[in-house]
C-alpha cells in the first residue's frame, strides 16, 4: 500500500479504501459477520471486493488511457494541450491492479469458491471423505470444460495455427466464456428491470398489493420447506431411537442429528443416558454408510432451503407492514411515521425521526424512485442503442462514443456505473 500511494496513485488508494468499506457493510447486511464463520466471511469479501474494484476500477483505466493517448498525439503536435485527470493512474500502476484482480478472480472462480462450496456442503464425515465428494463433484464441471477446450484445440489443429499464443488464447477463451454469457443475460434483463423495479416501488399500492401475491406463494414455499425439514430429521429421530450409544454409525447419527433444528429432536431423542450393552452385528440389518450419508446430504439440503425460505419471509413481511403503513398513514395530519413491527424512538429521536420517515417514505421518496426510473429508462435507451451503433464509425452514432471523443470519462463513468449495477444487483436477485 505504501509503495502504490508512493506512485501518486491517491484516488485508487481511496477507492479501495471506500469499496473494501461497502464490500464489508453488504456482506454484514446480507450475512451475519458476528455469527458467520470468519473464514467464509475472508473469502466472500475478497470475492465481492474484487468484482465491485472491476467496476469502478474501468473508468480510471478509461481516462488514463485518454490521456496518454493525448499526449502521444501531442508529440507530432505541439499546439495540442492534454489535461491530466484527476483520477489519472500510472500504466504500471494499473498494469498491476489489474495483473492482482485478473488472477485472483480466476482463482476463485474456478478453484478455491467452488472447491470450498462443495467442501462445505459435503455430506461426508471425515476430512479424506469431504475431499474426495469434493473432487467428484467438480469433476463434472471440469469434464465438460475439458471436452470445450478439447474442441478448441481440434479447431486450431485442423487450421495449423498451433503456438504458444493460441494456446493462451484458448485458455483465456475458455476460462471467460461462462463470465461472458452470464454477463450477457444479467446485463440485458437488468437494462429492463432495474426501471421497471424503480418504477413499480415507487406505487405504494401497486407494491402492497404485489408483495400479497408473493406472500401466498411464499408461504406454501415456506411450509413445504418445513415439512421436508420435519420429514428428513423424524427418519433422523427414528435412527437415534434403533441405534445405541457404543454403536459404531452412532457418532455419525449423532452428528447429523445436531444439524436438525432445536425442538425437532431433543436431548433425550439422541439417548445419551443409553448404557445398554449392543451386539457388534444388529446394525448392518438397520443402517449403512451409504444411507447415513443420504440422510445427511437430505438434512443439509433441507436446512439450507428452510433457513433461506424463512430469511425471505421475513424480509418480505417487513415489506408488507411497512407498505401497509405508508398506505394507512398517507393521510396522516400529524405527519408522524408510526412502524407497526419496530420499537418507538426515544429521546430527542421521537420528535425528529418519525416525523423525517413521514415526509421521506410518503412524499419524498414516490417522486425520488419516479426520477431514478426516468434516468435509468434514458440510460438502459442508450445501452441498447450504442450496443447496436458500436461498429458504425462514419458517422459515429454510439452516445458511449461521442461521450469519450467529447468529454473523455467524466460523462462516461456514471453510464459504466449504471450498466455494471444492472448486473451486479440482477446477480444479486437470481443467487
Given at each position: 500500500c505504501l509503495r502504490i500511494f508512493a506512485m501518486s496513485v491517491g484516488p485508487l488508494v481511496v477507492e479501495c479504501v471506500v469499496i473494501f468499506a461497502v464490500t464489508v457493510f453488504l456482506v454484514h447486511r446480507y450475512?451475519?459477520?458476528?455469527?458467520?464463520?470468519?473464514?467464509?466471511?475472508?473469502?466472500?469479501?475478497?470475492?465481492?471486493?474484487?468484482?465491485?474494484?472491476?467496476?469502478?476500477?474501468?473508468?480510471?483505466d478509461i481516462s488514463a488511457t485518454l490521456y496518454r493517448r493525448c499526449l502521444g498525439r501531442r508529440v507530432a503536435n505541439n499546439s495540442h494541450v492534454c489535461k491530466e485527470?484527476?483520477?489519472?493512474?500510472?500504466?504500471?500502476?494499473?498494469?498491476?491492479?489489474?495483473?492482482?484482480?485478473?488472477?485472483?478472480?480466476?482463482?476463485?472462480?474456478?478453484i478455491i469458491l467452488p472447491f470450498l462450496q462443495s467442501y462445505v456442503t459435503a455430506a461426508r464425515f471425515t476430512i479424506r471423505g469431504k475431499i474426495l465428494a469434493m473432487l467428484k463433484e467438480n469433476a463434472i464441471v471440469y469434464g465438460s470444460l475439458a471436452l470445450l477446450v478439447g474442441a478448441l484445440f481440434i479447431y486450431v489443429?485442423?487450421?495449423?495455427?498451433?503456438?504458444?499464443?493460441?494456446?493462451?488464447?484458448?485458455?483465456?477463451?475458455?476460462?471467460?466464456?461462462?463470465?461472458?454469457?452470464?454477463?450477457?443475460?444479467?446485463?440485458?434483463?437488468?437494462?429492463?428491470?432495474?426501471p421497471r423495479s424503480a418504477w413499480h416501488r415507487s406505487q405504494a399500492n401497486y407494491s402492497l398489493n404485489y408483495s400479497y401475491f408473493k406472500v401466498a406463494k411464499l408461504r406454501v414455499d415456506l411450509e413445504d420447506a418445513k415439512a421436508t425439514l420435519d420429514e428428513v430429521c423424524g427418519e433422523v429421530k427414528s435412527l437415534l431411537q434403533k441405534i445405541r450409544y457404543n454403536d459404531p454409525f452412532y457418532?455419525?447419527?449423532?452428528?447429523?442429528?445436531?444439524?436438525?433444528?432445536?425442538?425437532?429432536?431433543?436431548?433425550?431423542?439422541?439417548?445419551?443416558?443409553?448404557?445398554?450393552?449392543?451386539?457388534?452385528?444388529?446394525?448392518?440389518?438397520?443402517?449403512?454408510?451409504?444411507?447415513?450419508?443420504?440422510?445427511?446430504?437430505?438434512?443439509?439440503?433441507?436446512?439450507r432451503d428452510t433457513n433461506r425460505t424463512q430469511a425471505?419471509?421475513?424480509?418480505?413481511?417487513?415489506r408488507v407492514l411497512d407498505y401497509e403503513d405508508i398506505q394507512a398513514q398517507a393521510h396522516s395530519s400529524d405527519h408522524h411515521?408510526?412502524?407497526?413491527?419496530?420499537?418507538?424512538?426515544?429521546?430527542?429521536?421521537?420528535?425528529?425521526?418519525?416525523?423525517?420517515?413521514?415526509?421521506?417514505?410518503?412524499?419524498?421518496?414516490?417522486?425520488?424512485?419516479?426520477?431514478?426510473?426516468i434516468v435509468c429508462v434514458?440510460?438502459?435507451?442508450?445501452?441498447?442503442?450504442?450496443?447496436?451503433?458500436?461498429f458504425n464509425t462514419s458517422p459515429v452514432l454510439s452516445v458511449f462514443a461521442q461521450l469519450v471523443k467529447g468529454t473523455g470519462v467524466d460523462g462516461q463513468a456514471f453510464v459504466l456505473t449504471e450498466v455494471s449495477a444492472c448486473v451486479y444487483l440482477q446477480d444479486t436477485s437470481v443467487t
Open positions: 450475512g451475519n459477520l458476528r455469527k458467520q464463520h470468519a473464514f467464509t466471511s475472508v473469502f466472500v469479501i475478497i470475492t465481492w471486493f474484487l468484482s465491485f474494484m472491476i467496476v469502478f476500477l474501468l473508468p480510471i485527470p484527476w483520477s489519472y493512474v500510472s500504466d504500471g500502476s494499473l498494469r498491476i491492479v489489474w495483473d492482482i484482480i485478473y488472477w485472483s478472480t480466476q482463482l476463485l472462480t474456478w489443429i485442423a487450421a495449423g495455427k498451433l503456438s504458444g499464443a493460441s494456446l493462451n488464447g484458448i485458455a483465456v477463451t475458455a476460462s471467460n466464456t461462462w463470465g461472458l454469457i452470464v454477463l450477457v443475460i444479467l446485463l440485458g434483463y437488468g437494462l429492463v428491470d432495474i457418532k455419525y447419527v449423532d452428528t447429523i442429528a445436531k444439524k436438525c433444528p432445536h425442538g425437532v429432536i431433543s436431548q433425550s431423542d439422541r439417548r445419551l443416558d443409553d448404557f445398554e450393552d449392543f451386539d457388534d452385528g444388529n446394525s448392518q440389518d438397520i443402517v449403512s454408510m451409504s444411507k447415513l450419508i443420504s440422510v445427511h446430504r437430505r438434512v443439509i439440503r433441507a436446512v425471505q419471509w421475513e424480509i418480505l413481511m417487513e411515521f408510526k412502524s407497526s413491527f419496530r420499537s418507538s424512538s426515544t429521546g430527542i429521536c421521537k420528535l425528529y425521526v418519525p416525523v423525517l420517515e413521514w415526509w421521506w417514505k410518503v412524499r419524498l421518496r414516490p417522486i425520488f424512485l419516479s426520477l431514478v426510473t434514458l440510460i438502459s435507451v442508450v445501452s441498447v442503442w450504442s450496443e447496436v451503433t458500436f
